[in-house]
């Protein structure tokens, strides 16, 4: 009886255990594109950064900070320039900036698309005259790695 019971107990044994050699595993390739699809490509996990905003733990403040600081500091660049003796009547500018993974920073100023008012090469070229010399931007990192971001800033030009 003992031999009866030992035998249905390694049979059921062997044929249950075999389930877990049937079950397949998924692939790299099935497993990578599950966990591309999960990421969330517009937003970043830390977003870029100067020294002394690189310290500040919580995200949104991080972030804030650092817009002010680039803000305040595009509008110091451009306080000292013509472009107020030229067009007097441009008083905020929006510039777009993308900073690379490498720390590299490029400033674009964004016109309506109607603009025929101003000369849109001549404020690009007097831009990139006068937004040089920047400290050095830490990247926005997503997952680890330095990624491209690009953000918008209104700068006031005229200060009343």
């Known amino acids: 009886m003992k031999k009866?019971?030992?035998?249905?107990?390694?049979?059921?044994?062997l044929f249950s255990s075999c389930q877990y050699f049937e079950k397949q595993v998924p692939s790299e390739k099935d497993l990578?594109?599950?966990?591309?699809?999960?990421?969330?490509?517009k937003e970043v996990d830390e977003f870029p950064s100067v020294y002394g905003s690189d310290t500040i733990e919580n995200k949104i403040e991080r972030q804030q900070c650092f817009?002010?600081?680039m803000t305040q500091l595009i509008q110091h660049k451009l306080s000292?320039?013509?472009?107020?003796?030229?067009?007097?009547?441009?008083?905020?500018?929006e510039v777009k900036v993308t900073v690379y993974p490498n720390s590299r920073i490029i400033f674009?100023?964004?016109?309506?698309?109607?603009?025929v008012a101003y000369d849109t090469v001549k404020i690009?070229?007097?831009l990139k005259a006068r937004l040089v010399?920047?400290?050095k931007i830490n990247p926005a990192?997503?997952?680890?790695?330095?990624?491209?971001t690009q953000f918008i800033l209104p700068v006031i030009l005229k200060v009343e």
Do not use: A, C, H, M
Not at 32 to 41: A, G, H, Y
Not at 80 to 93: C, G, H, N
């Open 4 to 13: 009866i019971i030992l035998t249905v107990f390694l049979s059921i044994l």
């Open 32 to 41: 990578l594109q599950k966990e591309l699809k999960s990421i969330n490509w």
């Open 67 to 69: 817009f002010e600081y």
């Open 80 to 93: 000292v320039d013509t472009l107020s003796v030229l067009y007097p009547e441009l008083d905020t500018i």
């Open 108 to 115: 674009e100023p964004l016109f309506p698309k109607d603009s």
């Open 124 to 126: 690009d070229s007097i």
């Open 133 to 135: 010399g920047f400290p």
């Open 141 to 148: 990192i997503k997952r680890g790695i330095p990624v491209k």
